[in-house]
């Protein structure tokens, strides 16, 4: 029986497609009620829609209110939301249990990457949103996976998180106000210019986890150190809340002093591993790869290895061979 409705509903859907085109069918009302759908058990109806494009439930549910209904379900949306994560060279992830999205936002959530996928795809990629955001003496940023979540670091050590996806503002006028997440835990050690941010997702995690690694910048002669030693600061978020009540909670795990002779080039964190990249003052040395131990770091004793590379990109490779190795 379903693969009857199957073939039915396919035609159909040939007709509705036909109308946007100049099709003998077009214009037609078309008789979506000549098989009695409405005796139809629901789980067959339902078996039968989760062999449709999204764009086709998008379509169909325009016909009449039982398609609608039928087209809302959640298991045909959870059915495209696997179809659609498992399909993705780079993972996609809700950001909290499946068991806390409505229908109404699993649903949200996958059409308005699906629509951009599509888009991109085309080649018709524009700018549907804006937000202008309150924020001063901004160095970095860096969007967390998903792109619900904007952190930018300050000149003065501090970390603030934007919610892209607030409610609050549906106004592409209305400026997005940030909550401050990181403040200096030390006026005279935390204070200096955030310059770049190494983010580690946990992808094991039920909700959304990340690390955060700030580093100030650095060009530093060995001979000659600095008053104000750069401080690495790791700091780990978990989200909490859902949906409109969504936050951010910052813990610090670790922070330790310490340079190198040279131009910091990036920086990288995977696990337990933090690196940065080295250009050294000497341009008779090599470029190189610090890689530190951070949960057994102090500013007085690191637990590091040093990697020299032909190339500054090959420091992209560095922890993940290491990490495996």
């Known amino acids: 029986m379903a ?61 009449c209110r039982l398609f609608d209904s039928i087209s809302r379900s959640r298991p045909i949306w959870m059915n495209l939301l696997r179809q659609y994560t498992t399909s993705r060279l780079q993972p996609t992830r ?49 969007l967390i996976e998903g792109g619900r979540w904007l952190l930018l670091g300050s000149s003065k050590g501090t970390v603030t998180a934007y919610d892209l996806e607030s409610n609050h503002y549906l106004s592409d006028v209305t400026a997005v106000e940030g909550s401050a997440l990181i403040a200096p835990l030390s006026e005279s050690l935390d204070s200096q210019l955030i310059h770049t941010m190494a983010l580690d997702v946990d992808t094991g995690a039920a909700t959304l986890t990340f690390t955060l690694a700030l580093t100030p910048q650095m060009y530093l002669d060995y001979y000659d150190p600095p008053e104000d030693i750069p401080r690495v600061r790791i700091w780990k978020f978990t989200l909490a809340g859902h949906s409109t009540d969504a936050r951010l ?13 040279g131009v910091m080039l990036s920086t990288s964190l995977y696990g337990d591993l933090f690196a940065w990249s080295i250009r050294p003052n000497d341009n008779g040395l090599k470029p190189y790869v610090a890689i530190y131990a951070w949960n057994e770091c102090t500013s007085a004793l690191h637990m590091k290895s040093v990697i020299f590379v032909e190339e500054e990109a090959a420091s992209l490779y560095i922890i993940y061979e290491l990490y495996l190795h």
């Open 94 to 142: 809700l950001e909290a249990p499946l068991s806390l999205y409505s229908d109404y936002e699993l649903e949200d959530w996958l059409l308005v990457r699906l629509g951009a996928d599509l888009a991109w795809q085309r080649g018709t990629i524009r700018c549907t949103r804006k937000r202008n955001l309150l924020a001063t003496k901004q160095t970095t940023a860096r």
């Open 249 to 261: 909670v910052p813990q610090h795990l670790m922070s330790f002093s310490s340079y190198e002779s």
């Open 3 to 63: 693969a009857f409705y199957l073939n039915w509903f396919l035609s159909t859907l040939q007709q509705l497609n036909s109308r946007t085109n100049n099709h003998p069918y077009a214009g037609r009302s078309l008789k979506l009620t000549s098989h009695k759908l409405e005796n139809l058990p629901l789980e067959i109806a339902v078996e039968v829609f989760q062999h449709l494009d999204w764009r086709d439930l998008l379509r169909i549910r325009t016909t």
